[in-house]
DNA sequence: CCACTGACGAGTG
DNA sequence: GCACTCGCCAGTG
């Protein structure tokens, strides 16, 4: 069964199955999307988003727990804990989150 | 068509 | 635990 979908394709398929207080990070949806290895690619397919569509990006976070740093404006990344916060997970003091506890 | 940039991960010191 | 390096692909000008 040859899945010729392009990577991107698989990667919204992946992040849009994120259940609601669940958190997913680059290296599994990259893993789970068929494309171990291609972290970058999945936080490049959300950062094209730019938030136009209903992919719940902001339940991707990097391998460390955290919130990435994006350029541009980091109102966004305020916005992304906000949201989380609002779904029921927790941050650390040092604004990580317990993937122990809440990794999909 | 070419070059630069950009939401990362894993390994090494 | 932190800092630096390499690899990887897609989008924009």
Same mark, same amino acid.
């Given at each position: 069964?040859? /899945? /010729? ?8 398929? $992946? ?5 609601? &207080?669940?958190?997913?990070?680059? +290296? ?5 999307? +068929? ?7 999945v936080g490049y397919a959300l950062n094209a988003l730019? &938030? ?7 339940? $991707? $976070?990097?391998? /460390?727990?955290? @919130?990435?740093?994006?350029? &541009? ?14 779904? &029921? $997970? /927790?941050?650390?003091?040092? +604004?990580? @989150? ?7």
């Open positions: 069964m040859p /899945k /010729k979908t392009s990577t991107y394709c698989n990667i919204y398929a $992946v992040v849009s199955g994120i259940p609601r &207080g669940s958190i997913a990070t680059y +290296g599994q949806i990259a893993r789970l999307a +068929g494309v171990p290895g291609h972290a970058r690619l730019r &938030g136009r569509t209903s992919i719940p990006w902001h339940r $991707v $976070v990097n391998a /460390k727990g955290r @919130i990435s740093p994006r350029s &541009g404006a980091s109102s966004a990344d305020i916005l992304q804990r906000h949201r989380l916060e609002q779904e &029921g $997970v /927790k941050f650390d003091e040092s +604004g990580r @989150i317990p993937l122990d506890n809440f990794r999909w």
